[in-house]
Every structure is written in structure tokens, then in C-alpha cells.
């Protein structure tokens, strides 16, 4: 989960991020610290890029293998109007549990109006759903 937060700034739009890992059981319960990042600076068509710092996830928040993950990513992509999703391509590594170039990723933001019914989770631009849960 994430929190994106917009700031007039400059004349022109800055943002920044808590992201909060989520539990990969059920995609929902907060598990770990949350992260704060920011601010990023917004061109006037919506474009960003957030070169983030190194990020560590908890194991259980890591659908793939359980380990811990420790990653140093850049997020460019778009604030599509008015906000309510973002979405673009990951570059970086992840250092742990094994070595990965993050080359080719995707990542997806979209506004949660009522926590207690979420929309079903998209992974890119296209809205391309995540797999279903096991």
C-alpha cells in the first residue's frame, strides 16, 4: 500500500510516497515499516521519475520465495488526471534474496476511496490484473 501525497511547489506539482509493504496472504494487512520517499518533481504532462533509496521488504510480504527482499529502484511513469492512478516502469536491482536487474517491470498506483472494499489489483498501465491470490 502507498500514500501519494501532491504539493503545489515552484510554480509547477512535486509528490511523495509512504509505502507501506502489504502481507502477501491477503494483499491487505500492513506488515513491516512503512517507507517515506520524496518529493519527486512532476512535469506539466504528469511525467516523473523517483530514483528511490534502497528499499527493504519484509519476508512476508515477498509472494515469490517468503525472504526478505532489498531492492534500489527507480519509478518513471505518469499521474494520469485527476490523480486517482499512476502507473509506469521499474528500473534498479534487487540485491536480496538474490541478485535481479528489475529491467522490464511495471508498477500500477490506483486511489483506494473506501479501505474496506478494494479494487482488484492491476500491475501496469494496461490494467493488466495481478495474479489471483493461491
Not at 511547489?9 to 517515506?36: H, I, N, Y
Not at 516523473?48 to 529502484?73: D, H, M, Q, R, Y
Amino acid at each position: 500500500m502507498s500514500k501519494l501525497t501532491t504539493e503545489a511547489r515552484d510554480g509547477g506539482l512535486s509528490f511523495s510516497l509512504s509505502f507501506q509493504p502489504l502481507e502477501s496472504a491477503d494483499r491487505k494487512t500492513p506488515t513491516g515499516d512503512p517507507v517515506d520517499v520524496g518529493p519527486y518533481e512532476v512535469s506539466a504532462d504528469g511525467q516523473f521519475t523517483a530514483e528511490l533509496p534502497t528499499i527493504v521488504v519484509p519476508g512476508n510480504a515477498n509472494p515469490i520465495s517468503g525472504n526478505e527482499l532489498e531492492a534500489t529502484i527507480t519509478l518513471t511513469g505518469a499521474l494520469c488526471a485527476p490523480a486517482d492512478f499512476v502507473c509506469g516502469e521499474v528500473t534498479g536491482t534487487a540485491t536480496r534474496p538474490i541478485a535481479l536487474d528489475l529491467e522490464g517491470s511495471t508498477f500500477a498506483m490506483e486511489r483506494i476511496t473506501d479501505p474496506s472494499s478494494y479494487p482488484a489489483p492491476v500491475i501496469n498501465c494496461d490494467r493488466d490484473p495481478a495474479r489471483p491470490l493461491p
